[in-house]
């Protein structure tokens, strides 16, 4: 085993956190091992997403959500996917909403991050040469199936496995479950 392996790092990112994964792809290769991508979002343009809503009318739809964050989490788990709701605990949801409420104590992260997502991308993706794995749900509803399929398709050998019937909230934990056992084993076995 190489010690430059060992003192690298394995990133996974998940549904906003995926372009920041793929950015550490594309431009920190000497630090990272591997990258998993767990329904995460690509570029919006792909979706046809214009990014047309002005800034303060998604400050107004993101600072309503957050001042009632238990009508968020009713909405979101009476939305949920039969596979979802098999796996998703109370708990689960709970510790969802806490995060969500702290990452977005200010709707200003959330609309510099959207802005972000309608500009091109300056990453080279075709160029990333460290395995890119993606996981993502085939009901979910948050993030379409074009943003991974697009993703991988950009980047050589990439793989990608559809959970089938998991949406969002059912991906993300089936994915990043996946993704820890995936790369726990390749270190294992001193693949990298």
């Keep these: 085993m190489q010690l430059q392996s060992l003192l690298k790092v394995d990133v996974v990112g998940v549904s906003g956190e995926g372009p920041y994964a793929l950015a550490c792809a594309a431009k920190l290769e000497e630090y990272v091992n591997h990258v998993a991508i767990v329904c995460g979002i690509g570029p919006l343009a792909i979706s046809g997403d214009s990014g047309s809503v002005s800034d303060d ?99 050589q050998g990439a793989e990608l496995e559809i959970i089938e019937g998991a949406g969002h909230l059912g991906a993300a934990i089936v994915g990043t479950r996946n993704a820890v056992s995936l790369f726990k084993e390749k270190r294992e076995s001193n693949d990298f």
């Design 57 to 155: 009318e998604k400050r107004s739809s993101i600072e309503k959500e957050l001042s009632a964050p238990e009508a968020m989490g009713d909405e979101t788990t009476n939305n949920l996917s039969e596979f979802d709701r098999s796996i998703i605990t109370p708990a689960i949801v709970k510790k969802w909403l806490e995060n969500v409420k702290e990452a977005t104590r200010s709707p200003e992260g959330m609309i510099t991050d959207y802005k972000l997502l309608l500009q091109p991308w300056e990453l080279a993706l075709d160029e990333i040469s460290m395995p890119v794995y993606f996981w993502h749900g085939d009901q979910d509803d948050m993030v379409s199936l074009q943003h991974p399929r697009f993703l991988a398709e950009q980047i």
